[in-house]
C-alpha cells in the first residue's frame, strides 16, 4: 500500500504549443495612423481567486496565467485576488487583492484596474465567491471597469433564484464576451437570456500535455506497483457521490483482489468548519463495514496541480459519481481525459459533452451497481480499457494546454480595445473635413428636428424636443458650409419650434411635442428652459439674418425674467452662456449682465461648498454636460471682471477635464451610470453631448487663458468621435455628419438621434473657432467684439492679484 506521496518520478514533459499565425478578422481602415500596432502587448486584468486558495476556480485562474506565459508572452495578466479574511492566504507579487465583503473595495480596485490602462477585463463568476446575497458585489465593480469585459461563467443555473438570475442578467450586459467550457451552457444562455452566439465564447478547460501510458512508473513511485488502480479527486463533501463508490466496492473487490480505489483531496473547508471531519469519518466508517478499507487510500490534504497530474497518471481508472447532473465543469474530468484514463462518470453536463462519442464510460447517478458493472467490465477486458484510455487520450488532445491558449488569446484579441494602443497624435494630421449635413437634414421635417432614430431611422414615435431644436438652430448659425436657402428654411423652422413652445401664461418653455404637434406638457424642465435662452442668446449674436437675430433677441428679453425662479445648476449654466453671447452683441444689456453676476456668484458659492481634497466639482454628482458649469463661470467672471470667478472656472476645468481622460490619455466621457453615485465617476453609459461640452468648455478656457492644455484637451475630447475612446469605436460618419448615440460597455449604440448628431456636428465647429482663436482670428461676426474690456486673461488676474497682495483662493 503506497503512502500517497510522489517520489523517484520520472521528468515531466512540457507540452509543444501549437502556436497560430493567422489573426483571423477583417481589414480594418484607420482614420488614425498606428505605428505602434505591430508590437503592442496585451495587458488584461484577470480577476477571481487565485493561487494558493484551496479552489478550482484559483486553479483555474492559476493556469490560465502560468500557461499563457509559456505559449503567448506577449500577454500578460494583472491579476486581482478575491481575499477572504477569514482564510488569508499569501498571493505572493500580485496586481491587487479585494476584500471579499468590503462593498468599497471593489469601487476601488475597479479605480486601480482603469487607472492601470489594461487592455481588457477577465471576470471569473462563480455565485459563492463574491460578497452579499449571491454574489452581488460583484456589480460594483463591472460597473465601474472601463475597459472591454470578458466574463468566465464556471456555472450557468438552469434554474436560477431571481436573484441569481438578476446578477448574471446584469454581467452579462456589461460584457463584451461571455466565456463557457460547455456547449450546453451556450445554449442555455442563448434560450434564457437571450445571449447572440457572437456573444459566446465556448473554450473547453485546459488540460496538460504528457506522454501516453506511464501509469507503470507513476505507480512504482507510489509503491503501488501491479495493481489496478481507479482514483477520485476534489475537495470531499456530500456532493461527489463517494458513498456509492465505496458501495461498490464488494462487487469490484471479489473479481479484482488486488484493486485499490484511491481518494485524493481535503475534506470541504466549508463543511470542515460546519462539521469537522464528521462526513469523512462517515465514509471510512462505511468502508470498514463493507469490509473494502484495505482497497481504499485516503490522500487527505490538498495537492497542488503538478501533484495531481502525478497522482492521477498512477491510476487507471478516473470515476465521477456526482449525483447532480447539473454540476457544469470540472477541471480534473479534463486533465483524466488528457492523460489517457479510462474515465466512469455520472452524465452531468461537462461529462455528457466530454465522453461523448465513446471517450468514456456514462453511467446513472446514485447506483453503486452500476459503477461496479462499469469497473469490472473494463478490468475484465485489459484490451478494452487500453482502448477507452487511447480513446481519451485522442479526445484530451483537442484540450491541450496549448491550444487552450491560443483559444484563450484569440477571445482577448477578439474584444480587447485597440485605442489604448494609439499614440496621441497632433489633431492637424488628422481629417478635419467638414461634416456633411445630409443625416442632420433627414432628422428634420416642417415642424422641427425629430427627437431619436432606429439606426439611421428618424423614429417618430417620441416625437420632438425643445432641448435638440435648440441646439439644431445653433447649428445652422454655425455651419458654414450650409447654403443660404437651407439655412434659411431650417433657421425658420427651428425659431417657429422655440417660439411656440415659449408658453407666455406660465412664462416657460414647453419641451416634449408629440409628432401630431400636441404639446406633452405646459412647462418643461428647467434645464429645457435654460438651454432655450442659450439658443435664444446665440441666434441674437450669430443668427444668419438680420430677421432671426432681432426675433431671438425679442424672445430672449421676454423669457430673461423666468430665470430668477431658477435653481438648477445646468439651467443657470445654459442661460448664462445665452447671456454671454447677448452681452457681446450688446454690451450695456442690463437683464443679460445681471443674469451673469447672479450666476457666476451663484455658482462660485456652489462650488465652494461642494468641493473637497479629493472632489474640485459643483456637486457631489457628476451629471450631463459637466463642462458647462465650469464654462458659465469662466464666461461670467472673464464679462464681469470677478478675476476670482475665472480663476475658479478655469480649475474645476482642469478637474473636470483630468476625470474624463483614461489612463492612456483618451477621453473617457463621465457615463449616466455615474449620475446616482456620489463622488464617483462611472464610465458608461459613455454621450456625445459631454465630448461637444468639452470642446466647447476648453474654448472658453483657451480666451481666458491661452494655453495650450486646452487646445490639447479640445483636440483630445474631438477625437473621441473618430474611435479614441474605450472601445476603439468610430461614432462620427464625416460623409453624411451623422453620429451614433454614443458608447456603452459592449460598444457603440448603433441608434443616430438628434442629439448626437447637434453634438459630432457643434463639436466640429467648437474645434474649428478654437483654431480661429488660436491664430487670432475673430470668432465673432464683429471683430470689434473682442476688443472689449471684459476680454482679459487669467493671467492678468493673477498679476492683479500678487499686486494687491490678496491670497488666491486654493481650487
Known amino acids: 500500500m503506497g503512502n500517497g506521496t510522489s517520489k523517484d518520478l520520472p521528468p515531466r514533459q512540457p507540452g509543444q504549443g501549437l502556436r497560430t499565425s493567422d489573426k483571423g478578422g477583417s481589414e480594418v481602415i484607420r482614420l488614425f495612423s498606428d505605428p505602434a500596432a505591430q508590437t503592442a502587448r ?69 479605480r486601480r484596474i482603469n487607472d492601470s490602462g489594461v487592455d481588457a477585463v477577465w471576470l471569473q463568476h462563480e455565485y459563492g465567491i463574491f460578497g452579499g446575497d449571491c454574489g452581488e458585489m460583484v456589480l460594483d ?56 452566439d457572437a456573444r459566446i465564447t465556448v473554450i473547453e478547460h485546459g488540460a496538460p500535455d504528457r506522454p501516453f501510458g506511464r501509469q507503470d512508473l507513476f505507480k512504482q513511485a507510489l509503491g503501488i506497483e501491479n495493481r489496478k488502480v481507479m482514483m477520485s479527486f476534489g475537495l470531499i463533501g456530500p456532493g461527489k457521490g463517494l458513498e456509492h463508490v465505496i458501495e461498490a466496492m464488494p462487487a469490484i473487490t471479489a473479481r479484482h483482489p488486488d484493486f485499490l480505489y484511491r481518494i485524493v483531496g481535503a475534506t470541504h473547508p466549508n463543511l470542515v468548519a460546519e462539521q469537522g471531519e464528521a462526513y469523512r469519518e462517515r465514509l471510512k466508517a462505511l468502508a470498514d463495514d463493507l469490509g473494502v478499507a484495505d482497497h481504499i487510500e485516503w490522500v487527505d490534504r490538498f495537492v497542488e496541480t503538478e501533484e495531481l497530474l502525478d497522482q492521477l497518471e498512477a491510476s487507471d481508472i478516473y470515476v465521477t459519481a456526482y449525483p447532480n447532473l447539473q454540476q457544469s465543469t470540472s477541471g480534473t474530468l479534463s486533465y483524466a481525459v488528457a492523460l489517457g484514463k479510462a474515465v466512469i462518470s455520472t452524465a452531468y453536463l461537462h461529462a455528457a459533452e466530454l465522453l461523448a462519442d465513446g471517450v468514456g464510460e456514462l453511467i446513472e447517478p446514485c447506483s453503486s451497481r452500476a459503477i461496479a458493472d462499469a469497473v469490472n467490465s473494463l478490468l475484465d477486458d485489459p484490451a478494452e480499457l487500453e482502448a477507452l484510455q487511447r480513446r481519451a487520450y485522442a479526445r484530451g488532445r483537442e484540450t491541450i494546454w496549448p491550444r487552450y491558449a491560443d483559444a484563450v488569446v484569440r477571445m482577448i484579441d477578439h474584444v480587447a480595445a485597440d485605442a489604448p494602443r494609439r499614440p496621441m497624435i497632433e489633431l492637424a494630421t488628422c481629417d478635419l473635413r467638414t461634416p456633411g449635413l445630409s443625416g442632420f437634414v433627414a432628422m428634420c421635417d416642417d415642424t422641427g428636428m425629430v427627437q431619436h432614430a432606429i439606426g439611421q431611422v428618424p423614429d417618430r414615435r417620441h416625437g420632438y424636443c425643445l432641448d435638440d431644436n435648440a441646439r439644431a438652430l445653433m447649428l445652422v448659425s454655425e455651419a458654414e458650409a450650409m447654403d443660404t436657402p437651407t439655412a434659411d428654411r431650417l433657421g425658420a423652422t427651428f425659431a417657429a419650434f422655440i417660439n411656440h413652445a415659449w408658453n407666455p401664461e406660465a412664462q416657460r418653455f414647453r419641451n416634449f411635442m408629440h409628432y401630431d404637434r400636441s404639446w406633452v406638457e405646459e412647462c418643461g424642465s428647467d434645464d429645457a428652459n435654460g438651454r432655450a435662452l442659450w439658443a435664444l442668446g446665440h441666434t441674437a449674436l450669430r443668427g444668419r439674418s438680420e430677421d432671426l437675430r432681432w426675433w431671438a433677441r425679442g424672445l430672449f428679453d421676454e423669457a430673461l425674467a423666468m430665470m430668477g425662479a431658477i435653481e438648477s445648476p445646468r439651467a443657470i449654466a445654459f442661460a448664462t452662456l445665452g447671456a454671454a453671447c447677448r452681452i457681446e452683441g450688446e454690451p450695456d444689456h442690463a437683464g443679460a449682465l445681471a443674469l451673469l453676476n447672479r450666476s457666476g456668484e451663484f455658482l462660485h458659492r456652489l462650488l465652494a461648498e461642494s468641493r473637497r481634497p479629493d472632489w474640485g466639482w459643483f456637486e457631489t454628482v457628476l451629471g450631463y454636460d459637466n463642462p458647462r458649469l465650469s464654462q458659465a463661470l469662466i464666461e461670467a467672471g472673464r464679462i464681469t471682471g470677478h478675476g476670482e470667478w475665472v480663476l475658479a472656472g478655469l480649475s474645476s476645468l482642469r478637474w473636470i477635464s483630468t476625470m474624463q481622460l483614461s489612463a492612456s490619455g483618451q477621453f473617457r466621457p463621465v457615463g449616466s451610470d455615474s449620475f446616482t453615485h456620489p463622488h464617483e465617476a462611472l464610465p458608461f ?20 487663458d491661452p494655453s495650450q492644455r486646452w487646445i490639447d484637451h479640445a483636440h483630445t475630447a474631438y477625437r473621441w468621435f473618430f474611435g479614441h475612446n474605450d472601445r476603439g469605436a468610430v461614432l462620427a460618419d464625416l460623409a453624411n455628419g451623422q453620429c451614433r448615440d454614443g458608447i456603452t460597455p459592449r460598444g457603440p449604440n448603433r441608434n443616430c438621434g438628434a442629439e448626437s448628431i447637434l453634438a459630432f456636428q457643434l463639436a466640429h465647429y467648437g474645434v474649428v473657432a478654437l483654431a480661429r482663436s488660436q491664430s487670432g482670428e475673430s470668432e465673432s461676426p464683429d471683430a470689434e467684439a473682442d476688443d472689449q474690456p471684459m476680454a482679459f486673461h487669467a493671467g492678468e488676474i493673477l498679476e492683479k492679484r500678487r499686486l494687491s497682495e490678496k491670497p488666491a483662493a486654493n481650487f
Open 685 to 704: 453609459d459613455q454621450q456625445p453631448l459631454e465630448a461637444q461640452a468639452a470642446v466647447e468648455a476648453a474654448a472658453s478656457a483657451y480666451r481666458a
Open 42 to 110: 496585451r495587458r488584461v486584468a484577470l480577476i477571481g481567486t487565485y493561487v494558493p486558495r484551496k479552489c478550482g476556480i484559483a486553479t483555474f485562474t492559476g493556469d490560465i496565467v502560468e500557461q499563457a506565459a509559456l505559449y503567448h508572452p506577449d500577454v500578460t495578466f494583472d491579476v486581482y485576488a478575491m481575499a477572504d479574511p477569514a482564510r488569508p492566504v499569501d498571493h505572493g507579487s500580485i496586481a491587487g487583492e479585494i476584500l471579499q465583503d468590503d462593498r468599497a473595495d471593489y469601487a476601488r480596485m475597479a
Open 141 to 196: 465593480l463591472v460597473d465601474r471597469v472601463a475597459a472591454p469585459l470578458i466574463v468566465t461563467l464556471h456555472t450557468v443555473l438552469a434554474d436560477p433564484s431571481p436573484r441569481q438570475r438578476a446578477i448574471l442578467e446584469r454581467l452579462i450586459d456589461r460584457a463584451s464576451q461571455v466565456m463557457v467550457m460547455a456547449r450546453h451552457s451556450r445554449e442555455l444562455l442563448m434560450q434564457m437570456y437571450n445571449v447572440g
